[in-house]
Nanobody, 128 residues
Framework: QVQLVESGGGLVQEGGSLRLSCAASGHTFSNYAMGWFRQAPGKEREFVAAISWAGGSTYYADSVKGRFAISRDNAKNTVYLQMNSLRPEDTADYYC?????????????????????WGQGTQVTVSS
């Protein structure tokens, strides 16, 4: 059974930083691309970032490009999301997800249907 457990969320002031972690178990983590999504209250879940199976390729939503960085450590079965220059509009529950594929790309990485497994989420609140 695949399990994804996020951590690292919390309350931070505007302009601050947080690093989210997602620990995976129950499958061959290194075979799959991984993604981060977020969902703000009253809004649909939206794509944030994705990383290919070996970490060589990444893809970001325009809203976080240049501020967020996704990375992974396959030896630790963990994917990370470093979030810098946080804004109040970044406030949301953040979810990691395992892709059905090994690679990332603009045509499918943002598509929630491309992800087979999801974590329970971690809350990020950015105060102004």
């Amino acid at each position: 059974q695949v399990q994804l457990v996020e951590s690292g969320g919390g309350l931070v002031q505007e302009g601050g930083s947080l690093r989210l972690s997602c620990a995976a178990s129950g499958h061959t983590f290194s075979n799959y691309a991984m993604g981060w999504f977020r969902q703000a209250p009253g809004k649909e879940r939206e794509f944030v970032a994705a990383i290919s199976w070996a970490g060589g390729s990444t893809y970001y939503a325009d809203s976080v490009k240049g501020r967020f960085a996704i990375s992974r450590d396959n030896a630790k079965n963990t994917v990370y999301l470093q979030m810098n220059s946080l804004r109040p509009e970044d406030t949301a529950d953040y979810y990691c997800a395992q892709s059905r594929t090994s690679y990332v790309g603009g045509t499918y990485s943002p598509d929630r249907q491309q992800y087979a497994f999801w974590g329970q989420g971690t809350q990020v609140t950015v105060s102004s």
